[in-house]
């Protein structure tokens, strides 16, 4: 009789052990389930946080303009300078000299309606032009004074608003003062509308424009 009831009180401990084993498991495992979840949780928001920081400093420096100023590039102004056709004139020599001023009428640094200096400039030529006509071209600060240079008609690569052949002045302007530029020809063109293009700085940026300049006749072929 005492031994049953020993074996008795020895199962009832046995299963009340087993329980609580059994309860303190669950209670880890759940615990621990929470934890690694919490932790992949910080971990997500972690790599969320790093690439928006990647995203943003990617835009920063797309709107960079290249000094780590946020600036972005200026819309195409195509009255930006003032360019006028000075003279066109037959010489002693019976060659034709064209004279052009160009001048910025708002200089500044680009900004609030402003004109960043002109960096170069040049136009493009009609099917009737022969670059045979050519005779020499010069720039001028004064338009007393001239520096010759040897004129080409190419592509320039410097800028990605004129794509075709042009005859680049590879001179520019300085605050509002007016810049001259010569071409002598050999032929007498007509004075017509021309197409032209200028580069500047990052704001002001380039464009193409119309003036007033050599130009194709009426009914005038190709030289």
């Known amino acids: 009789m005492k031994t049953t009831r020993l074996l008795a009180l020895a199962l009832v401990a046995t299963s009340a052990f087993i329980s609580c084993t059994k309860s303190f498991t669950e209670d880890s495992i759940s615990n621990n389930a929470v934890t690694n979840e919490s932790n992949v949780n910080a971990n997500t928001t972690s790599t969320a946080t790093t690439s928006a920081t990647i995203i943003t400093n990617a835009t920063n420096s797309a709107n960079s303009n290249g000094n780590g100023n946020s600036q ?102 300085v605050g509002a003062a007016k810049s001259y530029y010569k071409l002598v020809l050999t032929y007498n063109y007509a004075v017509g509308t021309t197409h032209g293009y200028y580069k500047s700085g990052a704001r002001t940026a380039c464009c193409t424009f119309d003036f007033s300049g050599i130009a194709c006749g009426e009914g005038e072929n190709p030289r």
């Open 72 to 173: 972005p590039m200026g819309a195409c102004n195509e009255s930006a300078y003032a360019i006028t056709l000075e003279s066109h004139t037959q010489l002693a020599n019976g060659n034709w000299e064209w004279i052009w001023s160009v001048q910025n009428t708002n200089p500044g640094n680009g900004t609030n309606g402003t004109v960043q200096n002109l960096s170069h400039w040049g136009m493009e030529f009609g099917t009737c032009f022969s670059w045979s006509d050519v005779s020499s071209a010069a720039i001028s600060t004064d338009g007393t004074t001239w520096n010759g240079f040897t004129p080409a008609y190419a592509v320039d690569p410097s800028q990605n608003c004129q794509t075709t052949p042009v005859l680049k002045f590879d001179y520019g302007t």
